[in-house]
């Protein structure tokens, strides 16, 4: 009697991919979407079909994260080190003939043109986590030094180009990869105390340290101005200083409940520069006040809890490092540009994660996620 094989639904067959979504996880990015679409929808209305670019990048993003959700831990440590060269020869071709926008040497043209330095926000991570996976059980000093080295390469290039907010992701994504595979307390405090030391002579001495004339070492000029423009705005209200005093003015203004949607002065007026790219928390935060920051600081928040858990959880070390360093790219992205904005850090080029508009930026948020979402698949696999 000859046996009978029912072919499986489309819902059968779409069952196991959509086993690689964490619940916990899609609601807090669904949350930080709904934002970004409702601030991009009222601060970018007259930029033409900013919106509507807004939603596709969304929509580019979520498929990617689908796409990769889908690669196992296993697989993805297999792209490590390819991926890490490729990125790191694509910044040195960057250097010697990449393309200069606005003082920048910072894309290069392969058919079509790209940043390269994007491409490390993955690629450092996981050629770290490939690193300390590879000599787990018997790591070495000489281990960690080697680890340094291959952050410092591409975090050296980036600034060069110069672009101090992505090497400062860069460099994040490394150091939390470092430190998370047991980078000794003793190592890690020194530097800590030498940082602390330095921003407190700067705030004390910072008018002798930014009179005319004076040249920092290793800052370029225009990231010396930043710093000293963080220390004191009113020092160029029009120019250097003006970003920070509009943003700082927006987010006062909106008091504990905001104006209200579509109602905020400075962006419509604006008074706001940037205001759909690094400066949209100050529209933000002029709409929707106090309760609508707590909203989207509680969002970021759980994200960053459960990606931090999804770590904790993970079934081997490569799987705990890279999800721990993906979690807090996340981190890193909403603080600084938060900060930069309330006038709490220096003015850098680092966008809002789901809330500033940018392809790039999306891609590569998207692919953070696809990670995570991944990682949590192998562990319930695991598990079962």
């Not at 787990?136 to 050296?156: K, N, T």
């Amino acid at each position: 009697m000859a046996a009978v094989f029912e072919k499986p639904s489309f819902r059968q067959r779409l069952a196991p991919m959509l086993q690689g979504f964490d619940g916990p996880l899609a609601f807090a990015v669904f949350l930080l979407a709904c934002a970004g679409l409702l601030t991009m929808y009222s601060s970018g209305f007259d930029h033409g079909t900013r919106f509507l670019d807004h939603g596709r990048n969304m929509l580019l993003a979520g498929a990617i994260m689908f796409v990769i959700a889908q690669i196992p831990p296993q697989r993805l440590m297999s792209f490590a080190v390819p991926v890490y060269v490729l990125g790191v020869a694509l910044l040195i071709a960057v250097a010697i003939f990449g393309i200069t926008k606005k003082g920048a040497k910072r894309w290069v043209n392969v058919g079509v043109v790209i940043q390269p330095s994007e491409i490390l926000k993955i690629a450092m991570p996981l050629m770290l986590a490939w690193w300390f996976q590879k000599r787990e059980g018997q790591l070495r000093p000489l281990d960690f030094i080697v680890a340094v080295l291959l952050l410092a390469v591409p975090v050296g290039l980036i600034m060069k180009q110069p672009d101090l907010g992505t090497s400062l992701l860069v460099l994040a994504a490394g150091l939390s990869v470092i430190f998370f595979a047991g980078l000794s307390w003793k190592l890690i405090i020194p530097p800590l105390a030498l940082g602390l030391v330095g921003i407190t002579l700067l705030v004390v001495f910072g008018d002798p340290l930014c009179a005319d004339g004076v040249r920092w070492p290793i800052l370029h000029d225009y990231q010396q101005q930043r710093v000293c423009t963080l220390l004191d705005p009113t020092r160029d209200p029009l120019g250097k200083g003006f970003h920070i005093i509009q943003g700082m003015i927006a987010i006062g203004s909106g008091g504990i409940f905001g104006k209200g949607f579509m109602q905020g002065t400075q962006t419509h007026l604006e008074f706001i520069p940037e205001r759909t790219t690094d400066f949209i928390f100050a529209a933000y935060s002029e709409e929707f006040g106090l309760l609508g920051n707590l909203f989207l600081i509680a969002s970021f928040l759980f994200l960053v809890l459960r990606g931090l858990a999804i770590a904790l959880e993970a079934p081997t070390l490569f799987s705990r490092l890279l999800a721990g360093a993906v979690t807090m790219i996340f981190f890193t992205y909403a603080f600084v540009n938060m900060g930069m904005v309330s006038g709490i850090l220096p003015v850098v080029g680092v966008p809002l994660p789901f809330i500033s508009y940018g392809g790039t930026a999306m891609v590569t948020l998207g692919m953070g996620l696809g990670i995570l979402m991944s990682i949590s698949k192998a562990k319930r696999l695991v598990q079962t």
